[in-house]
């Protein structure tokens, strides 16, 4: 590669920044050009050719480029920084960085420029304390209603009969569902994998990521397998284009709250239930006191099963992690950082009421 051909590289991330900048305004062509036309082709491609392999690409892919960056820092380490070419190494990095941040938004990352989803489903963004309370409310008898259908017991702690396999594949099946009300999400074909990253995610705090590079729903395999639904259909929602965290979060409760097994509707149901609970004790403590006396034993002891199984993997770093995920959101239009995943709330209340 040229010198001229290396720098142009290196400061073509400056241009790409202001193009992004200048899209945050004009999300209707990012919509219209990328999400419903360049991205679609590019995210079925994708998935057709990694989707089949029983193993994660994506993750050998990271594997391979943490093992490129130390072998570069033991390089540098080695021969001292004294010996650092500072002009030709940064230029180097830089063209890497300025590379991936070009593939990144190309290959998924311009759909955090796109139009909301409630736009397009023509649901409010806003909700009282009356409504959210209204929606808690049929939350918890739907709930408890298909608890005592399943288990026939109100005290017995719910379980999910399902393996990831078994899983994934319902979840597919909810989206093929879905797609016949709401035609823009059907999915296919299917790729998702779990992680050979599960462990190191636990402790980071995360029950699974999209891979932008080769569009792979990469899943915690720690993940609580009475989560495993929702996690499943959040990474899918991701990979159909929805990158805010507060829509894959609402596109996984639609692909799951009419599926046709009731192991899935409960997932839903139990998923939903909890960030309206968390939205509702910020609001309203005595409301919220009172309505979770009305919630069925054994679905609070399925709820305090899965924070323990969490629980397992708490370490000091884990705030840490998740500050920095944070920051990541918020340099990709979700202001809110990661409480970004608390606002389904508003799409929810408003898709019940």
Not at 106 to 132: C, D, F, V
């Amino acid at each position: 590669m040229s010198k001229a051909l290396r720098w142009l590289l290196a400061f073509s991330i400056f241009p790409q920044i202001l193009v992004l900048k200048l899209l945050t305004h004009y999300p209707q062509i990012v919509e219209t050009y990328y999400s419903n036309l360049l991205y679609p082709f590019i995210s079925k491609l994708f998935r057709l050719v990694f989707g089949w392999l029983p193993f994660s690409v994506g993750d050998l892919i990271y594997s391979m480029a943490l093992i490129y960056m130390l072998r570069w820092l033991c390089k540098l380490t080695q021969k001292g920084f004294k010996q650092l070419r500072l002009r030709d190494d940064l230029t180097g990095i830089m063209v890497a960085a300025s590379s991936v941040y070009f593939m990144f938004h190309l290959l998924w990352g311009l759909n955090y420029y796109r139009m909301p989803i409630e736009q397009r489903l023509n649901l409010n963004s806003k909700y009282t304390t009356t409504a959210l309370i209204e929606v808690t409310q049929k939350l918890i008898v739907r709930s408890n209603d298909l608890h005592l259908e399943i288990l026939k017991d109100p005290s017995k702690r719910f379980e999910m009969p399902y393996d990831f396999k078994k899983i994934s594949k319902k979840v597919t099946q909810g989206y093929t569902a879905l797609s016949i009300s709401y035609p823009f999400l059907d999915y296919g074909p299917p790729s998702q994998k779990r992680s050979i990253y599960s462990l190191p995610l636990a402790y980071m705090g995360f029950s699974g990521y999209l891979n932008p590079f080769t569009n792979e729903a990469q899943v915690n395999s720690k993940t609580p397998v009475n989560s495993m639904p929702l996690t499943l259909a959040h990474e899918q929602a991701h990979q159909l284009g929805y990158a805010a965290e507060s829509e894959a979060n609402f596109v996984a409760f639609l692909a799951t709250y009419n599926h046709k097994d009731p192991y899935f509707r409960y997932a839903a149901y139990t998923f939903a239930l909890r960030y309206c609970l968390k939205d509702l004790y910020k609001r309203d403590k005595i409301t919220f006191e009172a309505l979770t006396n009305n919630i069925h034993s054994g679905i609070t002891k399925d709820f305090r099963n899965r924070e323990k199984q969490w629980a397992q993997f708490e370490n000091p770093l884990e705030p840490i992690f998740k500050r920095v995920y944070g920051g990541f959101l918020k340099a990709n239009q979700q202001t809110k950082g990661i409480e970004s995943y608390n606002q389904v709330v508003a799409l929810v209340v408003n898709y019940m009421n």
